[in-house]
């Protein structure tokens, strides 16, 4: 059985970011789409811009270790973000890529390719070998190759080189190494042996026709290629490296996908499986102890020791240019942002063998064949002593120094964060986070049903900058006369493009409200409608004038995103139980990008939506 030996490459480093790199895809805007130029663009190699869906004038600014623009080759991703970690795998340790983003943002062109553009696991594999031939000639060491290909479908994992079989289990050995039993695993001697499985295998990936991509991968893929060197003489060490290539499958909003039925059901697996995903990224920076949550899904159990473990990781983000993508891509951005604060700490899996019996390396073994210098062993052995005291699938410890730089300077960002609605509202989330947790849970439940509208990126640190310090042209929506286009550019139109009414002054006109009857039942929940009162909801509003109930609509978001609990009670039909849902909600999702938005609320209906809007508009205006 392998276990874990402390990296002895030269390296005085002991522990390895997730290095992030973003990929902007060329723009493609169909046909029938309006033309509305990019919401999002590249400033240099390391820097983006998107625009700031508070306020269109300005733009928010994204920092990564790489940013691949639309005109990056297939090649440059692969020399910059992928062929540097490869060599890891020689000896002994894990490294991982994958591509992370919406779906049709191009993941799988990414990862996979064309003949004509192949992707970052051909490039890879083929490297793997040109680099176990060059050592095999140098070395004193044999060297093997074999792979494994698997999907996780609905949260099935299902052997891609062996396609009739069913749901495999996920075990972990007593080392924290995640082994899947009856899995395939096969040897192969050269690229093209490599090939001969793979191609076919790929082909028994389930894939869709979405609206978003006609060729849609429903499902995550990860290729394991495992590196297995032995040397010759005796005592025979043998080393045992993994490269995971992980083409998850696309984050999804539904509304815009278009899903129903069992698209609808995939997508609600794989929505939910990358909400996990998002989760343990929190969980791993957030540095406390509690319990990060690789278990909730197949996909975070297998990529355990991916992230926040042993692996040199890289993640390719992937994002759109176009407006349709926006909210996919700003949550994207923001899961990408929180994911380069996770330090992973390689290690080498090794075995011996005296004789032909192999034996597990005792600790001393392990040090005395460590090649580093004197100082550097002895890091070494801190850094196993800090391991050993940490959950190895959880080596990320906030008494690191470097994680809690990481931690401190994350803290600072928040702390300076201007918006001081933003601190009320972690206060009172803070107050009441046990009762949010149970409503979050919930809330959880009620939307994996149903639709997961997408990852939320919030708590990132990263502030809106105002606009253009460089001195190129500003990035800026094209104008749009289409009346209806103008509705949907809403979610990028300034938000408070008015001095928008104090909350309390808004609780006043409530009270003297005539027209609204108030009849708040002491669960504060409303009564369901009946009939007629939904006939009479409607067209209710075309008495109004327009730019009034925009304005109405507008300050009801606005409390919506950043009241606190007391400040959502002072809303018409929000009692106290609908508040911390409305809360939980938003600590999930971010903000509301329309109050529409608050239909994916539990509990709150269609009829009851109709209803809140009328009472607070109407008691808002003090008819
Ligand atoms: N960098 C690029 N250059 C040229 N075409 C691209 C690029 N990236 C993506 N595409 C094209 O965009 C389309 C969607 O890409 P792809 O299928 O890779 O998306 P995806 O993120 O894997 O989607 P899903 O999650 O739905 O599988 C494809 O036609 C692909 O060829």
Known sequence: MAQRVPVSDGSSKKTS?????????????KAEDKDEGPCVRGLDSQNLEIINWRNATETVKYHFDVFHGEKTTQQEVFLSSVKPILPHILVGQNASVFAYGPTGAGKTHTM???????????????EVFKLVQSKREQDEWDFSIGMSYLEIYNEKVLDLLSPNSQDLPIREDKDKNILIPGLTYTTVTSFADFDKHFVPATLNRTTASTKLNHRSSRSHAILLIKVVRTQRAQPQRQQTGKL????????????????????????????????????VVDSLNSGTSGRVPYRDSKLTRLLQDSLGGSAHSVMITNIAPEYTY??????????????????????????????????????????????????????????????????????????????????????KLIMNCKDKDRLDILKDVAQSRKEIQELKQKQREFESKAVFSRLNGEGSGISPQSSFKNNIVPLQRKPLVDS???KQKAVVQPLQVSQLQPLQQLAVVKKQSVCVKKERKPSDMPEPLDGKENILEKGWESHLDVSVLELSRKKILNILNSGSLKELKSLQQIGDKKGKLIL??????????KVEDLGKVEGMTEKRFASFMKANILSAMGK
């Open 584 to 593: 939980g909600w938003r600590e999930i999702h971010g903000d509301f990008t």
């Open 326 to 411: 926006y909210f996919d891509t700003f949550s994207a951005l923001n899961f990408a942002a929180k994911s380069k604060l996770i330090v992973n700490k390689p290690f080498t899996r090794e075995t011996v063998s005296t004789g032909n019996v192999q034996a597990k390396r005792t600790r001393d073994d392990q040090e005395a064949c460590s090649a580093g210098p004197e100082p550097q062993k002895k890091k070494q052995k801190e850094g196993r002593k800090a391991e050993s005291s940490h959950s190895s699938t959880h080596s990320h410890s906030p008494e690191e120094p470097s994680v809690m730089d990481r931690l401190i300077a994350l803290e």
């Open 244 to 279: 995971y290539l992980v083409d998850l499958a696309g984050s999804e909003d539904n509304r815009r996908t278009g899903n129903q039925g069992i698209r609808l059901k995939e997508s609600g697996a794989i929505n939910l499986s990358l909400f996990t995903l998002s989760k």
């Open 112 to 126: 996979l390719g064309s003949s004509e553009q192949p992707g970052v696991i051909p490039r890879a594999v083929r």
């Open 17 to 29: 970011r997730v290095r992030v790199a973003v990929r902007l895809r060329p723009y493609m805007a």
């Open 484 to 486: 209806k286009t103008i």
